[in-house]
T-cell receptor, first 110, second 119 residues
Framework: DAKTTQPNSMESNEEEPVHLPCNHS???????IHWYRQLPSQGPEYVIH???SNVNNRMASLAIAEDRKSSTLILHRATLRDAAVYYC???????????FGTGTRLQVFP | DTGVSQDPRHKITKRGQNVTFRCDPI?????LYWYRQTLGQGPEFLTY????????KSRLLSDRFSAERPKGSFSTLEIQRTEQGDSAMYLC?????????????????FGPGTRLTVL
């Protein structure tokens, strides 16, 4: 399974943008890049995913490097509710399982 | 509430006892997954079902663990002869997908988990 590397923790102030990086240098051509987050005392929830092009949805944006060896999850305006552990996951085309790392714990300060 | 539900939310048991957890997926979802999460770690994949068929099992799933999804709806995860190392949060997730094909683009919806403590 391809591996991802994320910083252990990051901090942000409320209403500021947050850029959460992820390195995945061993990504294969058919791996999708998924992001999930886990709020305290809850199960993980899907945030966004992409393959090659940058993606936007109501929760966040995903910027994917041209060589696909890294990606960045962008929260445009952090809120207190965005405090969570964010997981960057490579998901193969022919697999349904998610392989989580230890993720990045995001703290948001008022 | 139409999300994934799990029961019980908390379970305390003594070493050597058997425990069983239940997961009810989102009703139209044909795929169901079990994960285990220990403190400070991300969830670890255990097994998954498409309808009633168990399609993949992790090496983490020892012979003391068994999962079933008899009618393709709810699922149970049983742990026999529990050990202290089994203490963890057990998470269930479900997703939709086309039979016979992996759904690498389909999001998984997670339940709140069952926290197991083995004394």
């Amino acid at each position: 399974d391809a591996k991802t590397t994320q910083p252990n923790s990051m901090e942000s102030n409320e209403e500021e943008p947050v850029h959460l990086p992820c390195n995945h240098s061993t990504i294969s051509g058919t791996d999708y890049i998924h992001w999930y987050r886990q709020l305290p005392s809850q199960g993980p929830e899907y945030v966004i995913h992409g393959l090659t092009s940058n993606v936007n949805n109501r929760m966040a944006s995903l910027a994917i490097a041209e060589d696909r060896k890294s990606s960045t999850l962008i929260l445009h305006r952090a809120t207190l509710r965005d405090a969570a552990v964010y997981y960057c996951i490579l998901r193969g085309y022919n697999t349904d399982k998610l392989i989580f790392g230890t993720g990045t714990r995001l703290q948001v300060f008022p | 509430d139409t999300g994934v539900s799990q029961d019980p939310r908390h379970k305390i048991t003594k070493r050597g006892q058997n425990v069983t957890f239940r997961c009810d997926p989102i009703s139209e979802h044909n795929r169901l997954y079990w994960y285990r999460q220990t403190l400070g770690q991300g969830p670890e994949f255990l097994t998954y079902f498409q309808n009633e068929a168990q399609l993949e099992k992790s090496r983490l799933l020892s012979d003391r663990f068994s999962a079933e999804r008899p009618k393709g709806s709810f699922s149970t995860l049983e742990i026999q002869r529990t050990e202290q190392g089994d203490s963890a949060m057990y998470l269930c997730a479900s997703s939709s997908g086309t039979s016979g094909r992996s759904s690498s683009y389909n999001e998984q919806f997670f339940g709140p988990g069952t926290r197991l403590t083995v004394l």
